[in-house]
């Protein structure tokens, strides 16, 4: 970019008597000199800027700090933090598009590319705490995925992925407390191709923590990343985002040798077991990185048969229905539960609600629903009643839930007659399936594994 320091110098030293200061450049050190009184405020090279000017120029941006990325491949970023001043502070780092998108998820319930700009900034804020680096002065970084940050880490750079450079002003007089001024700048880093690499996935048996697997691979792979869950709700996740969201987003990354071998720490586990909810199929998903940022993909099924909890007694006790009304008394045992709840609707309503994929507790609990906990625990029994029921078959949903987690929910169906049969359902006994959804899709799942030294 062409310099335009003449003009520029010879206008600041034309204005010194209004303005009180100057600026020089000299042959010895190409530098110019910002002064005040007998002081230097100021020192800049020559080189360092393009044109000096006593009004702010429109589009021009005054803050202390901003950042530039200067070169980016498949794992490898590089970007320069520039700083107004040799003595600006600040937290640097890169963030990646999956990080600060389940950040907004949770904070604001939109995805980071729809949020308004403010609180797109309070997102990447949010998460920069998490992979932030303290630096000084301007200065060029360079993070390459899986090498050492020199303070117990390791950067992640993954190829094919969004990622946000961003420097965050600092105090160093405050214990590093975060200023005002916040610069951020989007990069994608390049396409991943197919590894040479050789990955091997296999599941070996379920033990007594969940299902195990077998994990090796050549010496060419630096880590793998893992997702697991039901098959089912997998498919429909990945059916929906994608293999590369679901792994970005909700994907931990483990050398091989994490995942091979004993738990010692329970020494009937294999490091690499992952969980099983319920009886059913499941699905492990693993991407293989090496060091050119290519990767290699593989996915697992298995099945697992697990023990459903036994859950509360729901004991019907003497009930009653004529025209329009309906009275029911029931006892839950052991009394001393956890969440309890009653609810009446229509038999078609509530067909409706399961085949739409709800759980007989999820229906019995929402919106509609009567919360009988308190009586439950202090009573052990409730007696429900309803009047004015136009002429239609409704159906009651009883559910309760023990301090182990084990549900229970009884069905029972009926027309407001006097004339008609109940028509009583058996007790269902199922695990929640948002429940296991939300565990195995969340940051804090991971496998079982031994610790690292």
């Given at each position: 970019?062409?310099?335009?320091?003449?003009?520029?110098?010879?206008?600041?030293?034309?204005?010194?008597?209004?303005?009180?200061?100057?600026?020089?450049?000299?042959?010895?050190?190409?530098?110019?000199?910002?002064?005040?009184?007998?002081?230097?405020?100021?020192?800049?090279?020559?080189?360092?800027?393009?044109?000096?000017?006593?009004?702010?120029?429109?589009?021009?941006?005054?803050?202390?700090?901003?950042?530039?990325?200067?070169?980016?491949?498949?794992?490898?970023?590089?970007?320069?933090?520039?700083?107004?001043?040799?003595?600006?502070?600040?937290?640097?780092?890169?963030?990646?598009?999956?990080?600060?998108?389940?950040?907004?998820?949770?904070?604001?319930?939109?995805?980071?590319?729809?949020?308004?700009?403010?609180?797109?900034?309070?997102?990447?804020?949010?998460?920069?705490?998490?992979?932030?680096?303290?630096?000084?002065?301007?200065?060029?970084?360079t993070m390459v995925d899986n090498a050492s940050d020199n303070v117990g880490g390791k950067f992640s750079v993954r190829s094919?992925?969004?990622?946000?450079?961003?420097?965050?002003?600092?105090?160093?007089?405050?214990?590093?407390?975060?200023?005002?001024?916040?610069?951020?700048?989007?990069?994608?880093?390049?396409?991943?191709?197919?590894?040479?690499?050789?990955?091997?996935?296999?599941?070996?048996?379920?033990?007594?923590?969940?299902?195990?697997?077998?994990?090796?691979?050549?010496?060419?792979?630096?880590?793998?990343?893992?997702?697991?869950?039901?098959?089912?709700?997998?498919?429909?996740?990945?059916?929906?985002?994608?293999?590369?969201?679901?792994?970005?987003?909700?994907?931990?990354?483990?050398?091989?040798?994490?995942?091979?071998?004993?738990?010692?720490?329970?020494?009937?586990?294999?490091?690499?077991?992952?969980?099983?909810?319920?009886?059913?199929?499941?699905?492990?998903?693993?991407?293989?990185?090496?060091?050119?940022?290519?990767?290699?993909?593989?996915?697992?099924?298995?099945?697992?048969?697990?023990?459903?909890?036994?859950?509360?007694?729901?004991?019907?006790?003497?009930?009653?229905?004529?025209?329009?009304?309906?009275?029911?008394?029931?006892?839950?045992?052991?009394?001393?539960?956890?969440?309890?709840?009653?609810?009446?609707?229509?038999?078609?309503?509530?067909?409706?609600?399961?085949?739409?994929?709800?759980?007989?507790?999820?229906?019995?609990?929402?919106?509609?629903?009567?919360?009988?906990?308190?009586?439950?625990?202090?009573?052990?029994?409730?007696?429900?009643?309803?009047?004015?029921?136009?002429?239609?078959?409704?159906a009651i949903l009883i559910y309760a839930k023990d301090k182990n987690g084990g549900k229970t929910v009884q069905r029972i169906?009926?027309?407001?007659?006097?004339?008609?049969?109940?028509?009583?359902?058996?007790?269902?006994?199922?695990?929640?399936?948002?429940?296991?959804?939300?565990?195995?899709?969340?940051?804090?799942?991971?496998?079982?594994?031994?610790?690292?030294?």
């Amino acid at each position: 970019m062409k310099k335009f320091f003449t003009q520029a110098i010879i206008a600041l030293a034309a204005a010194t008597t209004c303005f009180g200061a100057y600026a020089q450049t000299t042959g010895d050190n190409n530098k110019m000199y910002l002064i005040k009184d007998d002081r230097i405020v100021g020192k800049y090279d020559v080189d360092a800027v393009d044109y000096v000017s006593f009004k702010l120029p429109e589009g021009i941006i005054d803050e202390p700090i901003w950042v530039e990325a200067d070169e980016v491949g498949k794992n490898k970023i590089t970007y320069t933090v520039n700083t107004q001043s040799d003595r600006t502070a600040y937290a640097h780092g890169i963030i990646s598009y999956y990080d600060v998108n389940y950040v907004a998820l949770n904070s604001y319930g939109e995805y980071f590319e729809n949020l308004e700009e403010a609180d797109k900034i309070a997102a990447l804020k949010e998460y920069l705490p998490y992979v932030g680096y303290l630096g000084i002065n301007t200065d060029t970084y360079t993070m390459v995925d899986n090498a050492s940050d020199n303070v117990g880490g390791k950067f992640s750079v993954r190829s094919g992925t969004k990622y946000y450079i961003c420097a965050w002003e600092v105090d160093p007089n405050a214990d590093y407390a975060p200023l005002e001024s916040f610069s951020y700048t989007e990069v994608s880093t390049l396409a991943g191709e197919t590894s040479p690499a050789t990955l091997n996935v296999n599941f070996k048996r379920q033990n007594s923590e969940g299902l195990a697997y077998e994990f090796s691979g050549s010496d060419n792979i630096l880590y793998v990343v893992t997702v697991y869950g039901m098959k089912s709700v997998m498919d429909s996740y990945i059916d929906t985002f994608g293999l590369d969201f679901t792994i970005g987003t909700f994907g931990y990354s483990y050398t091989i040798d994490e995942l091979q071998g004993m738990n010692p720490e329970n020494p009937e586990v294999e490091n690499a077991t992952w969980p099983a909810f319920e009886s059913g199929e499941y699905i492990l998903y693993v991407r293989a990185y090496d060091a050119n940022g290519d990767y290699v993909d593989k996915s697992v099924v298995a099945s697992a048969e697990v023990e459903a909890p036994a859950g509360p007694e729901i004991i019907i006790g003497p009930r009653s229905k004529d025209n329009g009304s309906v009275s029911i008394n029931f006892e839950i045992s052991p009394s001393n539960v956890t969440e309890a709840y009653v609810r009446l609707l229509p038999e078609n309503d509530c067909d409706d609600r399961l085949n739409d994929g709800y759980e007989y507790y999820e229906i019995a609990s929402a919106n509609g629903s009567i919360d009988i906990v308190d009586s439950i625990n202090t009573l052990g029994e409730y007696t429900f009643t309803a009047n004015n029921l136009t002429e239609q078959w409704y159906a009651i949903l009883i559910y309760a839930k023990d301090k182990n987690g084990g549900k229970t929910v009884q069905r029972i169906n009926f027309f407001p007659d006097a004339i008609s049969e109940w028509s009583d359902y058996d007790p269902v006994y199922k695990a929640s399936r948002k429940a296991v959804m939300a565990h195995i899709l969340s940051k804090s799942h991971k496998p079982t594994i031994a610790k690292v030294k």
